[in-house]
């Protein structure tokens, strides 16, 4: 499987005791199909019913029950293949996983083993530092979630929830293609933003709809490959970072002491920030797949997938690419802006007829600034496109400062209303009035005649004088015709 | 009152009708005929509460003018097939008590066409047998006796073949009109040789396989048992249907089969596959088949010599295939949801306990020899070689029937019924070797049908075996119905 040599920037190096060393990583992402009912069975797929509330007769593997294949899963699963710009197999195979576990009730899996429905994709990861990094994706397959085992609700028995059980998964497998933690951190983020866009997984880690296998291996620069551990279950992007951290130090620690490698899974342990043994290759299991004689392979048309290609929505490397040419957006803020589809939109809405960069800075730095320090997403955003855009509106004809418009937004989000009518109501419209301004500007002259002596020799003092203007005029006054009458008064050029 | 039981399901379907006697009284009959064949352990439940009261509302049905197919015709249901509110266990200790709250779809079609539930009849453990030896419930005697050379009767019990062992006793001994079965391997046809009975493994895809146990999915298929020819097409155009529930249930226009019966077969090319001579074959299966070959030449068909060239290598890539499936199938039975459970130390020794106790030694061993085959390994030296094997026994086939021929006929089974315990006491592949004509049609995934075209010396029923087209079942019925013309019907004389 080990296919991509790409070397690190020496900058992404993990310094050792006895030289550098550079981190190959691989991930497997397990996404929830965002689906009604499971992959097999016509059981929902609603989250938080009470236990085994969402379970069929195929989901609890009674006898004589046949699998049969949900096509909105297929299309889901196609969708995301299309997003990962990935090579569509029109036929594939589905295979049983065989192994025993409670939470297992058919004593296997339906997975996808050697013929899985996507082949071949890429997704690009747009780095802090601008540089854009292609990861590949080698397939993506469906399988069935299993269901829970509940281990803590009894001292000598073990409960079982079944309402996961035959819940659609789509695993995505990348190639072992990234470096470092960061660039991990930014493949599952750039991954869940494509599945969000498409419609395909909710990508809410919290819930488990989305976690990821973490395969870590540590070699010299550019050279061998090492043995690679594989880091089960984590689920969340942080943790992503920790445990890759952990472990190839982990594993560097190892080597560097004349150690070798077991090729082993692992857990990470949030609370300790570390990753543990929990089985060696040894004792791997030997699951026994045999394509399952219960399904006919999965076969569809180039017209079918051409359908859903032609349905897809526009992905954020598009998007971005638009929001730079179009709206004159850096890089850096497209990027920010197609991080989520309905934040894209409602920039969008915001920007649509106005100063695209301005509404930009709104967007980003006082929208999903507040948006972030309150925790809310952009669904529940109190302040909507249409008032954001209405506040720019205001800025832009000289209705409102930026300061004012600041305050405004203030009153926006906590009260709701249009800002047009707000600024009429509250009093915040800038004073343009060249009369109420020059008295400002005489009163603030005539009570410092010390400064206004200063100024002369030290023409920075400029600065002093607008704001006490401004104060004075309850920050209404045009900063620009404040600027000149001050100068005009001052004698300044 | 004539023996209502003696009836064909034509017979009693056309009696019914003419209101000669009621559903009800149909069905004492035979509930009557079951209490009194007891020793022949046919049946592993008997239900006669529902049969009455399916009898009584098949009644109520027919005098408001609403009559199904199979109005009134009361059958028997092999263990296999889930029933709702009514124990199913395969025949296995590990389903226990189980109670499906559904019913198969198969059943669902027969109740839907009127006909009247039994109860359920024996079988071997999961349908893993050729002798009814493995069921949890003991084993089924068959209704026939040897003779000996004398002609007095050797009351050596005689087993009634596997695994649908109950059902084909029961049709024999008229304890049921008609019986379901199931064929993996042969487990309709071979029971049905050796009881002198009609039974049909329908093409593939033909019957749903929703709600009946799975032993091999790729090669189960479910079909009846009858005492003639019309019988068995009148009940498999019950049987049939294409199933949303089971994706591998086919989508074709199912044919009125009866229709099919009494029709000339005379330009209809035969198939006769040199490949099906085998070593130590005795001489009156050889005659049989001869006799068989005589009869359609003189009804008008062409008889030609084929070539089935990897008939050979069918039993062994069966039993590489037909486990290996099973493994994986009966994993589900596991202690934690339903039927037996052995509360070990942990759960891997509950695993081991409720396993060990609830299958039967012929079971377990398929688990292991289908464990083996998939191994990492071995997988592709055992599985996928078998699974290759399957696609050239299915293009021999392809290839003849491009030829022109219409259908093939062999013998059905080596022997006739042998005696409970001859073949069950030492190597498991002599009793494997019963299988050894009908395999291959499994494997193929075609309808294969064995029909009784005589007696041996002993006295006791030999079957052929015909083998057609996809979907093709009405020629089967066609030409078998010649065979049952020229060779009559075979009934056991009553002993128990």
């Known amino acids: ?493 | 009152m004539t023996d209502l039981t003696a009836l064909s399901i034509a017979e009693a379907r056309d009696a019914l009708a003419r209101k000669d006697f009621t559903a009800v009284e149909l069905t004492e009959a035979y509930l009557a005929a079951m209490a009194a064949a007891r020793p022949l352990n046919a049946y592993v439940l008997e239900t006669p509460e529902r049969a009455r009261l399916m009898a009584a509302a098949s009644d109520a049905r027919r005098a408001s003018g609403e009559v199904g197919a199979l109005e009134g015709i009361p059958l028997g249901v092999k263990d296999l097939y889930c029933t709702e509110g009514v124990r199913t266990t395969a025949c296995s200790r590990i389903l226990d008590d189980f109670t499906p709250p559904y019913e198969s779809t198969v059943t669902t079609n027969l109740w839907a066409d009127g006909a009247v539930m039994l109860g359920k009849l024996n079988c071997d453990e999961f349908a893993m047998g050729s002798s009814n030896e493995t069921s949890a419930f003991g084993d089924v005697i068959n209704p026939w006796r040897r003779k000996r050379p004398d002609g007095s009767i050797d009351p050596t019990p005689l087993v009634p073949g596997g695994s649908s062992g109950g059902s084909s006793a029961a049709v024999a001994a008229h304890l049921a009109a008609g019986a379901t079965g199931t064929d993996t391997g042969g487990s309709i046809r071979q029971p049905a040789a050796f009881t002198g009975t009609v039974g049909i493994k329908p093409t593939y895809g033909r019957c749903s396989r929703w709600g009946i146990v799975a032993f091999a999915s790729s090669l189960d298929q479910a079909g009846p048992f009858a005492r003639t020819v019309r019988d068995a097409a009148i009940l498999l155009k019950s049987f049939a249907s294409v199933d949303p529930k089971d994706t591998t249930s086919v989508d074709l226009p199912v044919p009125d089969y009866e229709s099919a019966v009494g029709r000339s077969i005379r330009g209809k090319v035969i198939g006769i596959p040199k490949e099906y001579r085998v070593d130590g074959m005795p001489e009156e299966i050889e005659a049989l088949w001869r006799q068989g070959i005589d009869w359609l030449k003189a009804a008008g068909a062409e008889i030609r010599e084929i070539s089935l060239p990897h008939t050979k290598y069918a039993l062994p890539a069966y039993y590489i295939v037909a486990p290996a499936e099973a493994s994986s199938n009966l994993a589900r039975y596991d202690g934690i949801r339903y039927g037996l459970r052995v509360t070990g130390d942990d759960i891997t020794d509950t695993y081991e306990r409720t396993r060990a106790a609830g299958f039967g030694s012929e079971v377990r061993r398929r688990i292991m020899i289908g464990t083996y085959v998939l191994s990492a390994g071995y997988y592709d030296a055992y599985y996928v070689r078998a699974q290759k094997v399957r696609t050239l026994i299915k293009r021999d086939f392809d290839i003849a029937f491009a030829a022109g021929v219409d259908a093939v006929l062999t013998p059905a089974t080596p022997s006739s019924a042998f005696g409970i315990g001859e073949k069950s006491g030492g190597d498991p592949v002599e009793m494997y070797l019963n299988d050894i004509f009908t395999v291959t049609v499994n494997m193929a995934g075609l309808p294969g049908m064995s029909v009784p075209a005589g007696l041996d010396a002993k006295g006791l029923p030999l079957g052929l075996q015909l083998i057609g087209r996809p979907f093709d079942e009405e020629t089967l019925f066609q030409v078998a119905e010649v065979i049952e013309q020229a060779a009559g019907r075979f009934t056991p004389d009553k002993w128990w």
């Not at chain 1, 294949?69 to 049983?96: H, M, P």
Request: with cysteine.
């Open chain 1, 1 to 493: 499987m080990f296919t991509a040599f790409r070397t690190a920037k020496p900058s992404q190096f993990l310094k050792g005791a006895t030289g550098d060393w550079e981190i190959i990583i691989g991930l497997e992402v397990h996404a929830q199909v965002a689906s009604n009912a499971k992959l097999f069975s016509g059981a929902s797929t609603t989250f938080g019913n009470a236990p085994n509330h969402n379970v069929s007769l195929v989901d609890a593997a009674m006898p004589g029950m046949l699998p049969v294949i949900n096509a909105e899963c297929v299309a889901q699963a196609v969708r995301t293949g299309l997003g990962l710009e990935a090579e569509i197999n029109l036929k594939s195979v589905f295979d049983r996983k065989n192994y025993f576990y409670p939470d297992l009730p058919q004593g296997y899996q339906i997975s996808q083993y050697k013929n899985p429905i996507v082949g071949e994709g890429v997704i690009r990861l747009d780095m802090p530092d601008g540089e854009v990094v292609e990861v590949g994706v080698e397939r993506l397959h469906l399988e069935q979630d299993a269901g829970k085992s509940i281990h803590d609700q009894s001292p000598t028995h073990t409960y079982v929830d079944l309402n996961r059980s035959g819940v659609a998964l789509m695993e995505i497998v990348s190639k072992p293609d990234m470096r470092s933690a960061d660039e991990a951190k930014a493949y599952v983020s750039k991954l869940r933003t494509i599945l969000r866009y498409l419609g395909t997984c909710d990508g809410d880690m919290e819930k488990g709809n989305m976690r990821a296998d973490v395969n870590v291996s540590v070699r010299r620069p550019g050279g061998e490959l090492g043995t690679r551990c594989e880091i089960k279950n984590v689920n969340s992007i942080r943790f992503v970072g920790q445990a890759i951290d952990y472990e190839a130090h982990r594993q560097i620690g190892i080597l560097e002491d004349g150690g070798s490698i077991d090729q082993e899974t692992r857990l990470f342990d949030p609370g300790r920030g570390e990753t543990r043994s929990m089985r060696s290759k040894e004792e791997a299991h030997d699951y026994r797949y045999f394509p399952d004689p219960d399904l006919l392979p999965l076969e569809f048309t180039r017209a079918y997938v051409d359908e859903l290609k032609a349905h897809l929505p526009e992905l954020p490397d598009a998007k971005k690419a638009r929001f730079i040419a179009d709206y004159g957006v850096t890089p850096y803020d497209a990027m920010v802006l197609t991080l989520e589809r309905a934040s894209a939109d409602f920039f969008e809405a915001v920007a649509k007829g106005r100063d695209a960069k301005l509404a930009a800075n709104w967007v980003i730095n006082e929208l999903f600034g507040r948006l972030n320090k309150e925790g809310h997403g952009i669904d529940a955003s109190p302040v909507s496109a249409d008032q954001l855009g209405g506040i720019v509106d205001l800025i832009v004809d000289g209705t409102i400062s930026g300061k004012i418009a600041k305050d405004l937004f203030e009153i926006v989000w906590a009260e709701g209303g249009d800002p047009r009518v707000l600024v009429e109501t509250r009093g915040l419209k800038q004073v343009t009035d060249t009369g109420a301004i020059e008295a400002a500007v005489d009163a603030v002259i005539a009570a410092n005649p010390d400064k206004v002596e200063q100024i002369k020799v030290k023409p920075t003092m400029a600065g002093w004088f607008v704001g006490q203007v401004m104060k004075q005029t309850g920050g209404k006054a045009n900063p620009q015709a404040v600027n000149e009458i001050l100068k005009a008064k001052l004698g300044l050029d």
